[in-house]
């Protein structure tokens, strides 16, 4: 029972301490006058290893993808009536959190 115990803290302490070492990316899909997009589709992609993490705005616009290791990413944010938004070159610290909000330009409408 007792080395039972003793395996559970052990694996809890690395679960707690892989944690510590990972950051995350958020923010909020608005249109031009700022209102929420719901379910605008989030990819989150480092190009120095390929990985690719999804997401999706929820009812708010809001996304988050915690636990990315620390590095340099690309946002890439897509809705239908909207233009397909990328932002490069994001970089991500261990236990930060980096807001990434964007505006997404309706696709037909001239930027003014």
Not at 20 to 27: D, E, P, Q, S, V
Not at 52 to 74: C, D, H, R, V, W
Not at 95 to 104: F, S
Request: hydrophobic share 45%; net charge neutral; glycine share 10%.
């Amino acid at each position: 029972m007792v080395h039972r115990i003793a395996v559970i803290l052990c694996s809890l302490a690395v679960m707690a301490m892989a944690q510590l070492n990972r950051g995350t990316i958020a923010g909020t899909v608005t249109d031009p006058e700022g209102a929420a997009i719901p379910g605008a589709s989030i990819t989150i992609r480092n190009p120095a290893t390929g990985a690719t993490i999804k997401a999706q705005a929820n009812e708010y616009g809001q996304f988050s993808t915690p636990n990315l290791q620390p590095g340099t990413y690309e946002v890439i944010v897509e809705a239908p009536g909207f233009k397909r938004l990328s932002r490069q070159g994001i970089t991500l610290g261990a236990t930060e959190v980096r807001r990434v909000d964007v505006a997404l330009e309706e696709i037909g409408r001239a930027h003014v």
